[in-house]
């Protein structure tokens, strides 16, 4: 009996001394918690120096020929006041799609937006801010058009047979 007792106590020191090793590793990397010391550490290189970019493209347009279109009035055919224009959509390829005009009300009270196709709109003389842009719709078109809400589906009123179908 005394023999399996010093067995036993033998097989446990064993096991026990085989756990510890086990726990503790015989890897040599540092703990997680620590770094390597100064002389293991590896130096990044410099990165090579970049290309300088290039010079950008210029174009220059005569101040009589552009002019921008946002806050310009929007007229019909016939003269009638159609509202202004306070934004221009475009598509993911970046043409220009629509135009969104504040219509109706006053002093921005009881208007709504509406969105028409650009090529309903023409810019023709608009030399300065006091000229308006023409839209070929009457205002009896444009005051049955839905309204455009924030995240919703934009309709887009178009002149008659202008308006091209979005395709993504």
Do not use: W, Y
């Given at each position: 009996m005394r023999a399996r007792l010093q067995f036993a106590f033998l097989a446990i020191v064993v096991a026990a001394f085989a756990a510890g090793a086990a726990w503790a590793g015989d890897d040599a990397s540092p703990p997680a918690d620590q770094s390597p010391p100064a002389q293991e550490q590896k130096a990044v290189a410099p990165a090579a120096p970049k290309e300088p970019a290039p010079p950008p493209s210029v174009t220059i347009i005569e101040a009589a020929d552009a002019h921008g279109v946002l806050g310009r009035d929007v007229r019909s055919t016939t003269g009638e006041d159609m509202g202004r224009i306070v934004d221009v959509i475009v598509d993911r390829a970046g043409?220009?799609?629509?135009?969104?005009?504040?219509?109706?009300?006053?002093l921005g009270v009881g208007s709504r937006k509406i969105v028409v196709d650009w090529n309903a709109l023409?810019?023709?003389?608009?030399?300065?801010?006091?000229?308006?842009?023409?839209?070929?719709?009457?205002?009896?078109?444009?005051?049955?058009?839905?309204?455009?809400?924030?995240?919703?589906?934009?309709?887009?009123?178009?002149?008659?047979?202008?308006?091209?179908?979005?395709?993504?």
């Open positions: 043409q220009v799609r629509a135009a969104v005009i504040d219509f109706g009300g006053f023409h810019f023709g003389q608009i030399a300065n801010k006091g000229e308006s842009i023409t839209l070929e719709l009457t205002k009896d078109q444009v005051k049955a058009a839905p309204e455009n809400k924030e995240d919703a589906p934009i309709v887009v009123l178009g002149a008659s047979g202008t308006l091209l179908p979005f395709t993504p």
